[in-house]
């Protein structure tokens, strides 16, 4: 895997640009869901058809559970997409969102034979907008794009002036 040192400009600012964008995305929906006061995941999870269909049939029959899926599912966007949005805890933030998408992704993938309620925009097969999505927010976690632009390279600083104290001291 490459070290970010060793990639040009133009692969560090596209790198970042990916993560901006994917972060304005999460952020957005979270926001979004937050200001709706009328959202629910329950129409989400009603529609699952494959491996997760029966813990989204349990959560719906539990409005306690519910409610706190729906809870962290739209704070849980907002954390993950300002982090992305700002490159704090970049690698944290990559692998939370990878998991929540790719939740997502299990509850409703583009499958033969999976037939859903509510309209798809678009036609897919096996990979949708939320498996690239999903791929693509790996990535941040080999590429620390947080150490190239982001509040990441603040902490990682930290860190070094924490090492050379200690290195001080011993």
């Known amino acids: 895997m490459k070290d970010t040192k060793t990639l040009t400009t133009l692969q560090q600012t596209t790198l970042v640009m990916l993560r901006?964008?994917?972060?304005?995305?999460?952020?957005?929906?979270?926001?979004?869901?937050?200001?709706?006061?009328?959202?629910?995941?329950a129409g989400f999870l009603i529609e699952?058809?494959?491996?997760?269909?029966?813990?989204?049939?349990?959560?719906?029959?539990?409005?306690?559970?519910?409610?706190?899926?729906?809870?962290?599912?739209?704070?849980?966007?907002?954390a993950i997409g300002a982090g992305l949005i700002v490159g704090l805890f970049t690698r944290i933030?990559?692998?939370?969102?990878?998991?929540?998408?790719?939740?997502?992704?299990?509850?409703?993938?583009?499958?033969i034979g999976l037939e859903y309620i509510m309209p798809s925009e678009g036609n897919y097969l096996i990979?949708?907008?939320?498996?690239?999505e999903t791929v693509a927010l790996l990535i941040f976690v080999f590429f620390p794009t947080g150490s190239i632009v982001g509040m990441d390279v603040f902490i990682d600083r930290f860190k070094i002036k924490i090492k050379s104290l200690r290195k001080e001291t011993s």
Do not use: C, Q, R
């Open 93 to 111: 933030a990559a692998i939370s969102g990878a998991f929540l998408l790719f939740m997502y992704y299990l509850n409703n993938p583009p499958l």
């Open 48 to 78: 699952s058809k494959w491996v997760l269909s029966g813990f989204s049939d349990w959560v719906i029959s539990n409005s306690g559970v519910l409610h706190v899926v729906d809870f962290m599912n739209t704070w849980g966007l907002i």
């Open 127 to 132: 990979i949708n907008k939320t498996l690239i």
């Open 20 to 41: 901006f964008l994917i972060g304005w995305h999460l952020l957005y929906e979270g926001i979004a869901k937050l200001l709706n006061p009328s959202w629910s995941s």
